[in-house]
Protein backbone atom coordinates (compact mmCIF):
# COMPACT_ATOMS: atom_id res chain seq x y z
CA UNK A 1 0.00 0.00 0.00
CA UNK A 2 1.84 3.75 -0.90
CA UNK A 3 2.63 5.67 2.42
CA UNK A 4 0.54 8.35 2.57
CA UNK A 5 1.98 11.85 2.94
CA UNK A 6 1.90 13.25 6.68
CA UNK A 7 4.35 16.51 6.04
CA UNK A 8 3.97 19.61 3.91
CA UNK A 9 6.13 22.57 2.76
CA UNK A 10 3.89 25.81 1.91
CA UNK A 11 6.68 28.56 0.59
CA UNK A 12 5.34 32.19 0.56
CA UNK A 13 4.02 32.51 -2.67
CA UNK A 14 0.96 30.19 -2.06
CA UNK A 15 2.83 26.86 -3.57
CA UNK A 16 2.89 23.78 -1.81
CA UNK A 17 5.32 20.51 -1.53
CA UNK A 18 3.89 17.35 0.49
CA UNK A 19 6.33 14.31 1.22
CA UNK A 20 7.58 12.78 4.07
CA UNK A 21 8.55 13.93 7.58
CA UNK A 22 12.09 12.86 9.52
CA UNK A 23 13.54 14.53 12.12
CA UNK A 24 11.59 16.56 14.54
CA UNK A 25 7.79 17.36 13.69
CA UNK A 26 8.02 20.29 15.01
CA UNK A 27 6.30 23.18 12.88
CA UNK A 28 8.73 26.17 11.31
CA UNK A 29 8.54 29.38 9.44
CA UNK A 30 12.49 30.20 7.74
CA UNK A 31 14.02 31.46 4.66
CA UNK A 32 13.89 28.60 1.98
CA UNK A 33 17.56 28.29 0.08
CA UNK A 34 19.43 25.04 -1.49
CA UNK A 35 22.60 23.42 -1.27
CA UNK A 36 24.39 21.71 -4.22
CA UNK A 37 26.83 19.64 -2.40
CA UNK A 38 26.66 15.68 -2.96
CA UNK A 39 28.01 15.35 0.27
CA UNK A 40 29.00 16.93 3.44
CA UNK A 41 25.06 17.00 4.88
CA UNK A 42 26.18 17.04 8.15
CA UNK A 43 28.69 19.81 7.72
CA UNK A 44 25.98 21.91 6.17
CA UNK A 45 23.22 20.95 8.95
CA UNK A 46 25.57 21.86 12.03
CA UNK A 47 26.68 25.25 9.87
CA UNK A 48 25.74 28.00 11.80
CA UNK A 49 25.34 30.26 8.73
CA UNK A 50 22.40 28.32 8.41
CA UNK A 51 20.61 29.48 11.12
CA UNK A 52 17.14 29.99 10.55
CA UNK A 53 17.74 28.46 6.93
CA UNK A 54 15.28 25.74 5.71
CA UNK A 55 17.73 23.80 2.84
CA UNK A 56 17.07 21.96 0.03
CA UNK A 57 19.36 19.74 -0.88
CA UNK A 58 19.53 19.47 -4.26
CA UNK A 59 21.73 15.85 -4.65
CA UNK A 60 18.74 13.34 -4.46
CA UNK A 61 20.04 10.65 -1.94
CA UNK A 62 20.75 12.25 1.81
CA UNK A 63 21.58 10.61 4.81
CA UNK A 64 23.19 7.50 3.87
CA UNK A 65 26.61 7.37 5.51
CA UNK A 66 24.62 8.88 8.60
CA UNK A 67 26.53 11.22 11.14
CA UNK A 68 29.80 10.78 12.51
CA UNK A 69 30.44 12.48 15.90
CA UNK A 70 34.22 13.86 14.45
CA UNK A 71 32.49 15.75 11.81
CA UNK A 72 30.06 18.47 13.28
CA UNK A 73 31.13 21.78 12.43
CA UNK A 74 29.38 23.33 15.93
CA UNK A 75 28.47 21.72 19.30
CA UNK A 76 24.25 22.87 18.86
CA UNK A 77 23.34 22.39 15.14
CA UNK A 78 20.77 25.94 14.58
CA UNK A 79 19.69 24.98 10.76
CA UNK A 80 15.44 25.88 10.29
CA UNK A 81 14.95 22.51 8.46
CA UNK A 82 16.35 20.24 5.56
CA UNK A 83 14.45 19.41 2.22
CA UNK A 84 15.07 16.14 0.79
CA UNK A 85 14.27 13.91 -2.49
CA UNK A 86 14.93 10.78 -0.58
CA UNK A 87 16.01 10.37 2.89
CA UNK A 88 18.23 6.57 3.78
CA UNK A 89 17.74 5.78 7.77
CA UNK A 90 19.98 2.63 7.31
CA UNK A 91 23.36 4.09 6.92
CA UNK A 92 26.40 2.30 5.55
CA UNK A 93 29.73 4.11 6.88
CA UNK A 94 31.47 2.18 9.57
CA UNK A 95 32.12 5.60 11.42
CA UNK A 96 28.34 6.66 11.48
CA UNK A 97 26.61 6.71 15.09
CA UNK A 98 23.69 8.34 14.35
CA UNK A 99 21.06 8.84 11.72
CA UNK A 100 20.82 12.26 10.48
CA UNK A 101 17.29 12.18 11.56
CA UNK A 102 17.64 11.20 15.22
CA UNK A 103 20.23 14.40 15.33
CA UNK A 104 17.45 16.48 13.71
CA UNK A 105 15.32 14.92 16.10
CA UNK A 106 17.34 15.73 18.99
CA UNK A 107 17.90 19.35 17.57
CA UNK A 108 14.33 19.99 17.28
CA UNK A 109 15.18 20.40 13.40
CA UNK A 110 12.38 19.23 10.99
CA UNK A 111 13.39 17.71 7.61
CA UNK A 112 10.70 16.33 4.89
CA UNK A 113 11.63 14.24 1.95
CA UNK A 114 10.15 12.67 -1.18
CA UNK A 115 9.14 15.69 -2.40
CA UNK A 116 10.59 17.17 -6.17
CA UNK A 117 13.44 18.51 -4.95
CA UNK A 118 15.02 19.57 -9.03
CA UNK A 119 11.21 21.54 -9.47
CA UNK A 120 11.63 23.57 -5.94
CA UNK A 121 15.76 24.14 -6.72
CA UNK A 122 14.54 25.83 -10.08
CA UNK A 123 11.60 27.69 -8.47
CA UNK A 124 14.43 29.17 -5.74
CA UNK A 125 16.61 30.25 -8.93
CA UNK A 126 14.63 31.51 -10.79
CA UNK A 127 12.12 33.47 -8.37
CA UNK A 128 14.85 34.17 -4.90
CA UNK A 129 14.32 32.81 -1.81
CA UNK A 130 11.44 33.84 0.21
CA UNK A 131 9.67 32.67 3.54
CA UNK A 132 8.55 28.55 3.47
CA UNK A 133 6.93 26.48 6.23
CA UNK A 134 7.16 23.34 7.22
CA UNK A 135 4.04 21.48 8.57
CA UNK A 136 1.74 18.81 9.23
CA UNK A 137 0.02 17.73 5.74
CA UNK A 138 -3.43 18.43 7.32
CA UNK A 139 -2.61 21.75 8.35
CA UNK A 140 -5.30 24.30 6.16
CA UNK A 141 -3.40 26.20 3.45
CA UNK A 142 -4.96 29.48 4.64
CA UNK A 143 -3.77 29.10 8.45
CA UNK A 144 -0.26 28.00 6.92
CA UNK A 145 -0.78 31.11 4.86
CA UNK A 146 -1.85 33.18 7.40
CA UNK A 147 1.10 32.16 9.81
CA UNK A 148 4.05 32.67 7.10
CA UNK A 149 2.34 35.93 6.88
CA UNK A 150 2.91 36.90 10.34
CA UNK A 151 5.92 35.88 10.87
CA UNK A 152 9.18 37.69 11.42
CA UNK A 153 12.72 36.12 10.20
CA UNK A 154 14.98 37.04 13.39
CA UNK A 155 18.08 39.29 12.87
CA UNK A 156 19.52 38.05 16.25
CA UNK A 157 21.13 34.67 14.99
CA UNK A 158 24.77 35.72 15.45
CA UNK A 159 23.87 36.76 19.23
CA UNK A 160 22.01 33.22 19.17
CA UNK A 161 24.92 31.17 17.73
CA UNK A 162 27.96 32.81 19.51
CA UNK A 163 29.56 31.58 22.31
CA UNK A 164 28.62 33.06 25.48
CA UNK A 165 32.03 33.24 26.99
CA UNK A 166 35.54 32.32 25.64
CA UNK A 167 36.70 28.91 25.45
CA UNK A 168 40.03 27.38 23.90
CA UNK A 169 41.67 25.16 21.22
CA UNK A 170 45.16 24.48 21.75
CA UNK A 171 47.76 22.89 19.84
CA UNK A 172 51.67 21.70 20.49
CA UNK A 173 54.47 23.55 20.04
CA UNK A 174 52.50 26.84 19.39
CA UNK A 175 54.31 29.69 17.38
CA UNK A 176 51.37 31.78 17.28
CA UNK A 177 48.13 33.12 19.53
CA UNK A 178 44.87 33.90 17.33
CA UNK A 179 41.77 35.21 18.82
CA UNK A 180 38.49 34.52 16.64
CA UNK A 181 35.36 36.48 17.11
CA UNK A 182 32.62 34.26 17.00
CA UNK A 183 30.08 35.31 15.03
CA UNK A 184 28.56 31.74 14.28
CA UNK A 185 32.51 30.04 13.95
CA UNK A 186 32.71 26.30 11.94
CA UNK A 187 34.63 24.31 14.22
CA UNK A 188 37.62 23.41 11.17
CA UNK A 189 37.95 27.37 11.01
CA UNK A 190 39.57 26.52 14.42
CA UNK A 191 40.86 23.16 13.21
CA UNK A 192 42.90 24.62 10.47
CA UNK A 193 44.68 27.11 12.98
CA UNK A 194 45.72 24.70 15.48
CA UNK A 195 46.88 22.42 12.02
CA UNK A 196 49.19 25.59 11.60
CA UNK A 197 50.52 25.91 14.94
CA UNK A 198 48.21 28.74 15.92
CA UNK A 199 46.51 28.34 19.30
CA UNK A 200 43.01 30.07 19.34
CA UNK A 201 40.82 31.81 22.05
CA UNK A 202 37.44 31.74 20.71
CA UNK A 203 35.32 34.88 22.26
CA UNK A 204 32.15 35.99 21.77
CA UNK A 205 31.00 38.73 18.73
CA UNK A 206 30.54 41.58 20.93
CA UNK A 207 33.97 41.32 23.07
CA UNK A 208 35.81 44.80 23.34
CA UNK A 209 38.80 46.10 21.46
CA UNK A 210 40.68 46.33 25.06
CA UNK A 211 39.87 42.99 26.43
CA UNK A 212 41.21 41.65 23.42
CA UNK A 213 44.39 43.91 22.99
CA UNK A 214 45.07 42.40 26.76
CA UNK A 215 44.68 38.82 25.25
CA UNK A 216 48.18 39.51 23.10
CA UNK A 217 47.12 38.17 19.69
CA UNK A 218 49.21 37.71 16.92
CA UNK A 219 46.15 37.89 14.54
CA UNK A 220 42.30 38.41 14.58
CA UNK A 221 39.63 36.29 12.86
CA UNK A 222 36.47 37.14 12.35
CA UNK A 223 34.16 34.47 11.96
CA UNK A 224 31.05 33.53 9.36
CA UNK A 225 27.47 33.70 10.35
CA UNK A 226 24.05 34.06 9.55
CA UNK A 227 22.20 36.51 8.47
CA UNK A 228 22.90 40.43 7.73
CA UNK A 229 25.96 42.10 8.81
CA UNK A 230 24.32 45.25 9.33
CA UNK A 231 22.88 43.72 12.80
CA UNK A 232 26.39 42.71 14.36
CA UNK A 233 26.94 46.40 15.02
CA UNK A 234 29.30 45.20 17.79
CA UNK A 235 31.79 43.65 15.86
CA UNK A 236 31.83 46.60 13.36
CA UNK A 237 32.75 48.79 15.94
CA UNK A 238 35.24 46.34 16.89
CA UNK A 239 37.01 45.74 13.45
CA UNK A 240 36.91 50.36 13.16
CA UNK A 241 38.90 49.86 16.85
CA UNK A 242 41.26 47.24 15.94
CA UNK A 243 42.61 47.41 12.40
CA UNK A 244 45.79 48.09 11.08
CA UNK A 245 46.65 47.16 15.04
CA UNK A 246 47.00 43.12 14.22
CA UNK A 247 46.69 40.99 11.04
CA UNK A 248 43.25 40.16 10.54
CA UNK A 249 41.44 37.68 8.50
CA UNK A 250 37.52 37.43 7.69
CA UNK A 251 35.51 34.37 6.57
CA UNK A 252 31.63 35.09 5.22
CA UNK A 253 29.71 36.83 7.36
CA UNK A 254 33.53 38.18 9.08
CA UNK A 255 34.28 39.30 5.08
CA UNK A 256 31.15 41.51 5.15
CA UNK A 257 31.60 42.97 9.06
CA UNK A 258 35.05 43.66 7.58
CA UNK A 259 34.01 45.54 4.34
CA UNK A 260 31.36 47.63 6.42
CA UNK A 261 33.60 48.68 8.78
CA UNK A 262 36.02 50.13 6.31
CA UNK A 263 32.83 52.07 4.56
CA UNK A 264 31.70 49.47 1.55
CA UNK A 265 28.07 48.08 0.88
CA UNK A 266 26.73 44.71 0.74
CA UNK A 267 23.14 43.83 -0.78
CA UNK A 268 21.29 40.58 -0.34
CA UNK A 269 21.12 38.39 -3.61
CA UNK A 270 18.24 37.25 -5.22
CA UNK A 271 19.64 33.77 -3.73
CA UNK A 272 22.31 32.08 -1.76
CA UNK A 273 24.90 31.43 -3.58
CA UNK A 274 26.38 27.54 -2.86
CA UNK A 275 29.37 25.74 -4.41
CA UNK A 276 30.78 28.78 -6.78
CA UNK A 277 33.86 29.10 -8.97
CA UNK A 278 35.54 31.87 -7.64
CA UNK A 279 38.76 34.14 -9.82
CA UNK A 280 41.62 34.94 -8.16
CA UNK A 281 42.15 38.17 -9.52
CA UNK A 282 45.58 38.08 -7.85
CA UNK A 283 47.15 34.77 -9.64
CA UNK A 284 44.53 34.40 -12.42
CA UNK A 285 43.18 31.12 -11.16
CA UNK A 286 40.05 29.42 -10.63
CA UNK A 287 38.91 27.81 -7.24
CA UNK A 288 35.90 25.74 -6.74
CA UNK A 289 34.56 26.97 -3.47
CA UNK A 290 31.90 26.12 -0.80
CA UNK A 291 29.54 28.88 -0.09
CA UNK A 292 26.60 29.40 1.97
CA UNK A 293 25.69 33.42 2.37
CA UNK A 294 22.85 35.64 1.70
CA UNK A 295 24.69 39.08 1.85
CA UNK A 296 27.37 39.89 -0.39
CA UNK A 297 29.59 43.51 -0.46
CA UNK A 298 29.18 45.29 -3.41
CA UNK A 299 32.19 45.92 -5.43
CA UNK A 300 31.65 49.29 -6.38
CA UNK A 301 31.33 50.22 -2.99
CA UNK A 302 35.10 49.57 -2.11
CA UNK A 303 36.75 52.87 -4.28
CA UNK A 304 38.06 54.58 -1.65
CA UNK A 305 37.82 52.23 1.50
CA UNK A 306 42.17 51.14 1.26
CA UNK A 307 40.33 47.79 0.07
CA UNK A 308 41.59 46.05 -2.82
CA UNK A 309 39.09 43.58 -4.36
CA UNK A 310 40.98 40.20 -4.78
CA UNK A 311 38.30 37.44 -5.82
CA UNK A 312 35.04 37.78 -8.02
CA UNK A 313 32.06 35.04 -8.39
CA UNK A 314 33.19 33.41 -12.21
CA UNK A 315 28.77 33.47 -12.14
CA UNK A 316 27.68 36.75 -11.25
CA UNK A 317 30.48 38.50 -11.26
CA UNK A 318 29.92 39.65 -7.57
CA UNK A 319 32.65 39.98 -4.64
CA UNK A 320 34.46 37.39 -3.00
CA UNK A 321 37.16 38.44 -1.71
CA UNK A 322 39.19 41.92 -0.31
CA UNK A 323 42.91 42.42 1.18
CA UNK A 324 44.43 45.68 2.05
CA UNK A 325 48.43 45.35 2.56
CA UNK A 326 48.68 48.23 4.48
CA UNK A 327 46.73 47.47 7.41
CA UNK A 328 47.76 43.35 7.34
CA UNK A 329 44.35 42.22 6.04
CA UNK A 330 42.80 39.67 3.82
CA UNK A 331 39.01 38.61 3.69
CA UNK A 332 36.98 35.78 1.59
CA UNK A 333 33.27 35.53 1.27
CA UNK A 334 33.72 31.52 1.06
CA UNK A 335 34.44 29.26 3.27
CA UNK A 336 38.24 28.18 2.32
CA UNK A 337 38.60 25.55 5.36
CA UNK A 338 36.39 23.59 3.23
CA UNK A 339 33.54 21.83 5.14
CA UNK A 340 32.41 20.56 3.04
CA UNK A 341 33.31 21.00 -0.16
CA UNK A 342 36.90 21.09 -2.06
CA UNK A 343 40.42 22.27 -0.57
CA UNK A 344 41.38 24.62 -3.66
CA UNK A 345 41.37 27.84 -1.15
CA UNK A 346 43.42 26.40 2.01
CA UNK A 347 46.04 28.70 1.00
CA UNK A 348 44.47 31.82 2.49
CA UNK A 349 45.17 30.33 5.90
CA UNK A 350 48.77 30.24 5.09
CA UNK A 351 48.90 33.53 3.68
CA UNK A 352 47.20 34.45 7.55
CA UNK A 353 50.45 32.83 8.85
CA UNK A 354 52.34 34.99 6.72
CA UNK A 355 50.94 38.18 7.65
CA UNK A 356 51.24 37.39 11.68
CA UNK A 357 54.69 36.20 11.18
CA UNK A 358 55.47 39.86 9.77
CA UNK A 359 54.22 41.38 11.74
CA UNK A 360 55.81 39.99 14.40
CA UNK A 361 59.74 40.40 12.18
CA UNK A 362 58.69 43.89 12.49
CA UNK A 363 56.92 44.28 15.80
Known amino acids: MERKFDRKIVLEDGSEYYGYGFGSMDEAVCEITFNTSPVGYQE ?12 VMAY ?12 FETKVPSIGGLI ?8 SNFRYTKTLSEIMEENRIPGISGLDTR ?33 NISNDGVARVSCKKKWYSRTANPKFNVVAIDCGIKLNIIRCLNARSCNVTIVPYNTGAEEIAAMRPDGIL ?5 GNPEYVKSTIELVREIRGKYPLLGIGLGHQIIALAYGAEIYKLKQAHGN ?36 INVLD ?9 KDMLLSVQYHPESAPGPQDSMYLFDEFITLMKEAKNNA
Open 276 to 311: HPVRNLMTGKIEITSQSHTYVVKSDSLEGTGLTETH
Open 119 to 151: KLTRSIRDNGSCKVMITDASTPHENAMATIRST
Open 84 to 91: VREYNNSP
Open 317 to 325: NTNEGIQSE
Open 222 to 226: ISNGP
Open 60 to 71: PLIGNYGIADDD
Open 44 to 55: IISDPSYTDKMV
